[in-house]
């Protein structure tokens, strides 16, 4: 219960229309799902206008920054890439984005000494607690959102993403279709105002039995396990306790989903609906959307329209390195 109520008024405080950051920094150690490396991640406040900023501290100080943008997209198989433009990347980005999603995280600086993100259990689980073990802070200006003006649809035979207006509030209407028939085909849809994002957090990645050999042939899920991922053969689910909840299948593809989203540099309000989406078709959709001035326009919390002026260049962090 008092999970629940934590979420709840962490949600409220999204909307209260101040930018936030984290009140100190957060450690968290683990190991990439693609790569099979393990990485210090370090999660650190940053000033209003930041934005969110990944720091690559294992190369190069003048080339290290990489900023959190949806153009930054390098790669989209399995996983979110993001690129500099000197080559150097992060990857597996998505869960720890829709973690600073949720918990109303604005602006910060995210340092990390390996080339992806920690899968931790492959959920967003592990990066919500580690934020809200240290709590928010907000910052004396205003949070901004882009609020969609018409419909916009992208595409790609049977799949599809498209948003259309709505005021205040994100709905994301996601299906997938799979011919394994445990998966089959589900539809769910979350909507940010019902407050509750506690299952949208627990959802596990997962993957098909007969697809890993595929997967790994190209070099990928080196750091794949029962520990991270929720593993479907045939009509069995091979991890020992099962799903979660449910709806744990179409429950990450929202997580991925909104964690993308978050690359638009503020946070979307629009109801989206989308069939067997993926972090491919999402990047699509963003650069579809966001380069017509026509389908959106930014306004602050108390509705009035602003400029579609760029966030202030990354300076430093609050603190010190831990």
């Known amino acids: 219960m008092f999970y629940r109520l934590w979420g709840f008024c962490i949600h409220l405080s999204m909307f209260r229309g101040f930018q936030k950051t984290i009140e100190s920094p957060v450690h968290i150690k683990g190991r990439g799902l693609h790569t099979g490396k393990k990485g210090n991640l370090y999660l650190k406040p940053a000033e209003a ?32 890439k993001l690129t500099n433009s000197h080559g150097i990347s992060v990857s597996t980005i998505e869960h720890l984005m829709a973690a600073f999603y949720g918990e109303g995280i604005d602006n910060i600086l ?17 990066f919500v607690e580690s934020i809200r073990s240290v709590g928010t802070e907000d ?101 020992d ?33 989308t069939s067997q989406g993926g972090h491919q078709l999402t990047n699509l959709f963003l650069r579809e959307f966001l380069s017509n001035k026509s389908n959106w326009e930014i306004e602050n919390f108390q509705g009035k329209k602003e400029g579609n002026e760029k966030k202030a260049p990354y300076t430093r962090p609050f603190a010190v390195s831990a």
């Open 241 to 273: 306790n099962g799903l979660r909840h449910r709806h744990e299948f179409v429950g990450h593809k929202i997580l991925d989903c909104l964690g993308d989203l978050m690359l638009a540099d503020y946070r979307i309000f629009g109801h989206i609906k």
């Open 139 to 239: 910052q004396k200006h205003l949070r901004k959102f882009i609020k969609a003006k018409k419909k916009v649809e992208v595409k790609q035979g049977s799949k599809y993403i498209s948003i259309e207006p709505l005021a205040n509030d994100l709905i994301i209407d996601f299906e997938i279709v799979y011919k394994n028939s445990l998966i089959r085909t589900r539809r769910h849809e979350f909507k940010l105002s019902n407050g509750d994002l506690t299952s949208l957090y627990n959802s596990r990645t997962f993957c098909l039995y007969e697809d890993i050999d595929q997967i790994v042939s190209k070099g990928l899920a080196k750091g794949g396990s029962l520990e991270n991922a929720i593993v479907v053969k045939d009509n069995k689910i091979l991890n």
């Open 49 to 80: 206008n930041t934005g969110i900023i990944f720091k690559r501290t294992d190369v190069d100080n003048d080339k290290s920054i990489i900023n959190a943008n949806y153009k930054n997209v390098s790669s989209a198989i399995l996983c979110t």
């Open 110 to 126: 995210v340092e990390i000494d390996c080339p992806e993100i920690p899968i931790m259990d492959g959920s967003a689980f592990d």
